[in-house]
Nanobody, 121 residues
Framework: QLQLVESGGGLVQPGGSLRLSCAAS????????IGWFRRAPGKEREGVAC????????NYADSVNGRFTISRDNSKNTVYLQMNSLKPEDTAVYYC??????????????WGQGTQVTVSS
């Protein structure tokens, strides 16, 4: 069965770092772009970063650009999000996403259960 599992979240002080992992099972990530999203309490889910299947192209939200780095290791079937210089406003549940296109108009989204990141002193 297709499954995405996020891990690596926790409680850190402002200015600290965390590395999140998104591990896939039941299928290979080799041919898919992957995105990281986050949702803070009472707020809409927002995109954080994305990476192409080859890993040669990445994109970041303005709020995290320069602080976060997305990468992937296809041999381990895993995508990472390195988060540095964390701020309290980064506090959220972080999710990884895979979109599988079955036609030009039909797609299926796969989401993990999320991992909690809390930035507080």
């Amino acid at each position: 069965q297709l499954q995405l599992v996020e891990s690596g979240g926790g409680l850190v002080q402002p200015g600290g770092s965390l590395r999140l992992s998104c591990a896939a099972s039941g299928f290979s990530l080799d041919y898919y772009a992957i995105g990281w999203f986050r949702r803070a309490p009472g707020k809409e889910r927002e995109g954080v970063a994305c990476i192409t299947s080859s890993g040669v192209s990445t994109n970041y939200a303005d709020s995290v650009n320069g602080r976060f780095t997305i990468s992937r290791d296809n041999s381990k079937n895993t995508v990472y999000l390195q988060m540095n210089s964390l701020k309290p406003e980064d506090t959220a549940v972080y999710y990884c996403n895979l979109r599988s296109w079955t036609s030009l108009s039909d797609a299926r989204d796969y989401w993990g259960q999320g991992t909690q990141v809390t930035v507080s002193s």
